[in-house]
Nanobody, 124 residues
Framework: QVPLVESGGGSVQPGGSLKLSCSAP????????MAWFRQAPGKERAGVAV???????DYDGSVKGRFTISRDLRETAAHLQMNDLGPDDTAVYFC??????????????????WGQGTQVTVSS
């Protein structure tokens, strides 16, 4: 199985922006829900954003209005644009593929296909 590969993580000051990208197999991008999860130090994995094959999106309340999830069929990639970042956004971010074209909410146990993660650190 071709893995999901995240990129774009790094360190940024509060108020800054980052764009995460997830390279995925073409079949996955064209047939599955795509999602981003994150795990902060000492905390459980938590859903950030999901996008169905049809473009329906859902966001965790803590990122709504600041983060935007998208998929690019030409690039066979999913993206997470993150704006107005704060220290609470510091976490390892994971690209995740759902089980089918519709998303299953923001609960990690509903998803099986995970990337290795990319670190995002927000500090001054």
């Amino acid at each position: 199985q071709v893995p999901l590969v995240e990129s774009g993580g790094g360190s940024v000051q509060p108020g800054g922006s980052l764009k995460l990208s997830c390279s995925a197999p073409e079949l996955t991008i064209r047939s599955k829900c795509m999602a981003w999860f994150r795990q902060a130090p000492g905390k459980e994995r938590a859903g950030v954003a999901v996008i169905s094959l049809y473009g329906d999106t859902d966001y965790d309340g803590s990122v709504k209005g600041r983060f935007t999830i998208s998929r690019d069929l030409r690039e066979t990639a999913a993206h997470l644009q993150m704006n107005d970042l704060g220290p609470d956004d510091t976490a390892v971010y994971f690209c995740v593929a759902g089980r089918d074209r519709y998303c299953s909410g923001l609960q990690p146990e509903n998803y099986d296909d995970w990337g290795q993660g990319t670190q995002v650190t927000v500090s001054s």
